[in-house]
Structure formats: structure tokens, C-alpha cells
């Protein structure tokens, strides 16, 4: 059999990344008296440490009860915030076992649904919020699907208007990044429009951060940044953190601020969702939110934080108080995958060049090398100047 020269390569990079991995030597900031402190491990820890840290195994178990809650609770999943696309990237990034047609049925209630709402906004999925498209691309990409061609319509589309995105505030440029990036897709060329680039979103990013003399982050509204919106901007920005100096500096500013208003028992602001964010938020950046020193308060770190809402038998709560809540357990869930991905030396939660889509062989030359290039910096530490 004739093998791609691009996926050789990819399969001999690879295979170094996954051997040498544990001599990689990670810097990390000690937290009483800022000096750095060296590991002679990749910064998701040995096996060995990955076994003693019991915040793992704690983990993992919730995660797998919590994908099987999702199964359990959301049998016909469609279009929509919830029991939809956050339901369905779950599942497809934790590789879950689904019942035989599942993805099958959501994909048709999202063709019924794109087909009538487009009709309805005249192209587009709502008059003003481009992140039903982006949330879409995000749960299509995941389990493959191609999502130029939905029902006749390209979702991409809307995306390349540019104030069509920021009639959403900062919610749309993030959200449209985290999207477009998802599968390095090329953001059509739209006559008449006001034409969306990537560096146009990320700038446009950068001009909404907050930065006091107590404080640096993003927020939607005012001038005082919260950790959610902080978190999820993170999250968007981390692909261009070792290329863009101006976003390197804005999120490590961030970094510090969530490291400052981080609770003594690891979590933020007493609720579920702000935890998830924060998590996934760093192991984007490839930094471990179960042992990083930075992220870790009286022993305790943002996972533990995560797990005080935990249901065991599957779910989370948004408080510590209530009951099994389903957009807690959406964020608490995903949050694990990108946990349980960063972990065993996956790329991103949201970096899905790892899925192949239809009708564009993932083994080519450029997307392998294209995905290559993420794995690596991905396992590569992130961070090594001392947090203050």
C-alpha cells in the first residue's frame, strides 16, 4: 500500500512527541516567592504522577458517568443551546460510545432546523447572533460533518461578515474564532460585506480587554473583567499565544487575574460554569488545571474546584446547594473531555483537525501537517517566566 509522504511524517513527529515527550523540562512559578521551579516532565505530569494524583482518577470517573447521564438524558438531540451541539461535542471528543443513530438524528434535526431558520433571517440562523452559526460549526465539525453544505447552506457564510459578528458584542468574535479555527477553515469571501478576517477578530478581541491596576481580562459589559468571559476569550486566543506577541501579553495578564481570584477551595465565584471555563481555559494553553502551582489554593486546584458540583451519578450543579443542572452539566462535562484530552496528549477540545471530514481526507499533506503542527504545540510547554 502506498502511504502519503504528509502522513509519514505526521505518524514519525507524532511518534517523537509520545516518546520524548517526558524530557521536555517545564518551568513553573513557585507561588510564595515567584522564582521558577524545573521539572524534568511534559507538563501533563509523568504516569506515575497522573496514578498518585487522586484528582484524576476522581475525574475521569465523573466524566465517564456524566457522558452517560448525557446518553441517558438527551435522547433526541437537536439545534439549540441545550440537549444540542454542547451535548454533542461532549460525546464526540470524549470518543463516547453512542447508540446507533444518534448522530444520524441530531444531524437531520439540525438540517430541519438550518432550512427553516435560514429562511426565516434571510441567510442566516438569527438576525444577531452569529454564535448559533459558530455553535453549529462546533457540534457539526465534531462528528464529522461538513459544514459548508448543511441542507444546501454553507454556515461559514455568515461568519465572514464581519459587523454581522459584532452585533453580538464580544461573544461573536471569540466564538467565531474558536469556530473557524476548529478545523483551519477558510472564511469564504462575502461581496458587499464588511469582510472577516482572523486578524480583524482577534484585534477586535484585543480591544475589548480590561486592564486596571487590579485586573486584566474581558468582559461583556463595563469595565471590570469576569472570569467567564475572561476564560472563554482564553480559550480563543490560545493558538495565537506563541505566535502574537500582543495576545501573549494580554493573556498572561489574564492568567494572573484568574490566579488572583481564585476561591481557597479552587473554584470561582461558588458555581460550576465558571469553573469549567477557567479549566478548559488553560488546558487549551496547555497548562495542567489539576497541578499547575499557579492554579492551586490551600492544595486544592480548578479541577477540584470543578468536582465540588459533581453529581456522582452522573451531571453537574451549577451550585454546591442544587440540584443537577443542565447547563452546568454541558460546561462541567466539556470541561473534563479537554481535560481528559490534554492528559493523554490530545490536541484541544476545540482543535478537531484530529476528526476527519467529509468528503476531505484528513491524511493529506496539508492537514497533516497542519494538525502536526498544533499536536507540537500543544505538548510543548506554554509557559516558563515565573507568574509575577
Known amino acids: 500500500m502506498k502511504l502519503n509522504k504528509g502522513f509519514i511524517w505526521l505518524i514519525m513527529v507524532s511518534l517523537f512527541i509520545s516518546i520524548g515527550s517526558t524530557n521536555i ?3 513553573f512559578a513557585d507561588e510564595a516567592d515567584g522564582t521558577q521551579i524545573l521539572s524534568g516532565q511534559s507538563s501533563a505530569g509523568s504516569r506515575t504522577e497522573l496514578e498518585q494524583n487522586p484528582v484524576v482518577e476522581q475525574a475521569r470517573q465523573q466524566l465517564q458517568s456524566s457522558l452517560a447521564y448525557m446518553v441517558k438524558t438527551v435522547a433526541n438531540p437537536v439545534f439549540g443551546t441545550g440537549s444540542g451541539e454542547w451535548t454533542i461535542l461532549s460525546l464526540a471528543r470524549a470518543g463516547y460510545e453512542v447508540p446507533a443513530n444518534y448522530y ?9 432546523a438550518v432550512t427553516q431558520l435560514m429562511a426565516t433571517y434571510n441567510g442566516k440562523l438569527h438576525s ?7 455553535r453549529a460549526i462546533l457540534g457539526l465539525t465534531s462528528i464529522g460533518k461538513d459544514v459548508a453544505d448543511v441542507a444546501g447552506f454553507n454556515l461559514l457564510t455568515a461568519l465572514a461578515d464581519f459587523d454581522y459578528v459584532l452585533k453580538q458584542g464580544l461573544n461573536g468574535p471569540v466564538f467565531a474564532l474558536i469556530a473557524l479555527d476548529s478545523h483551519n477553515y477558510d472564511i469564504p469571501q462575502a461581496d458587499g460585506v464588511n469582510q ?10 484585543l480591544e475589548y480587554n480590561r486592564t486596571t491596576a487590579n485586573a486584566a481580562g474581558w468582559t461583556l459589559f463595563g469595565s471590570k473583567p469576569d472570569v467567564d468571559m475572561t476564560a472563554m476569550t482564553i480559550q ?12 501573549k501579553e494580554a493573556v498572561d495578564r489574564a492568567l494572573v487575574w484568574l490566579s488572583d481570584n481564585q476561591s481557597a477551595a479552587g473554584d470561582y465565584l461558588s458555581n460550576c460554569e465558571s469553573t469549567a471555563q477557567v479549566v478548559l481555559a488553560l488546558a487549551s494553553l496547555g497548562i495542567d488545571p489539576g497541578t499547575d502551582p499557579r492554579f492551586m489554593k490551600n492544595g486544592k486546584s480548578a479541577v477540584d474546584g470543578m468536582l465540588i458540583y459533581a453529581v456522582p451519578a452522573g451531571g453537574f450543579k451549577h451550585t454546591a446547594t442544587g440540584g443537577v443542572n443542565g447547563m452546568a452539566t454541558d460546561q462541567g462535562t466539556y470541561a473534563l473531555v479537554a481535560y481528559d484530552r490534554f492528559l493523554n496528549g490530545g490536541t484541544n477540545l476545540y482543535d478537531m483537525t484530529d476528526v476527519e471530514l467529509e468528503g476531505e481526507p484528513l491524511r493529506s499533506s496539508q492537514n497533516s501537517r497542519a494538525m502536526t503542527a498544533r499536536l507540537l504545540s500543544n505538548r510543548l510547554p506554554t509557559r516558563i517566566t515565573a507568574l509575577r
Do not use: C, F, G
Open 25 to 27: 523540562h517545564t518551568a
Open 104 to 112: 444520524d438524528s441530531y444531524y437531520a434535526n439540525v438540517e430541519q
Open 128 to 134: 444577531t447572533k452569529s454564535t448559533e452559526h459558530s
Open 196 to 205: 472577516t478576517t482572523r486578524d480583524k477578530l482577534i484585534d477586535k478581541i
Open 236 to 247: 480563543s486566543l490560545a493558538p495565537y499565544y506563541t505566535t502574537r506577541t500582543d495576545v
